[in-house]
């Protein structure tokens, strides 16, 4: 299945105004729903709280074997889902990790590119 119809099945599940359906769906899924829950959310008109059960107790983990870009990006889409569900004490935790995890990340990368510079003006 496509990463759209996964969404659009999100959205499908959603569009009934119940919680309780959108959770099942993303415990099916076994997806943050990061790229849908800001447009869906907020539209839910019963059972909010069986999306914040699902935050709390089966939000997906990282891919251990995918690599740092890959949980950074689980990081961030974790935090603005929690931004989403009004989550503050945990968006706040995530913060100052994501910002030194991106810190180290642009370090590394700037060393390198130092490192090929110095390679390519070094004498010969």
Known sequence: MSRFSLATEREEAARG??????AAVLVQQRTTGADTLARVFPRLERNQNAVRVWFD?????????????DLLGHLVERRNVAIVLDRKAEADALAPV???????????????????????????
């Open 98 to 124: 994501i910002a030194r995890f991106t810190d180290a990340r642009l370090a590394a990368q700037t060393a390198d590119i130092v490192d090929d510079l110095e390679g390519f003006f070094a004498p010969r």
């Open 57 to 69: 107790e089966a939000f997906p983990g990282p891919c251990l074997e995918c690599g740092a870009e």
């Open 17 to 22: 105004g119940d919680g309780a359906e959108l």
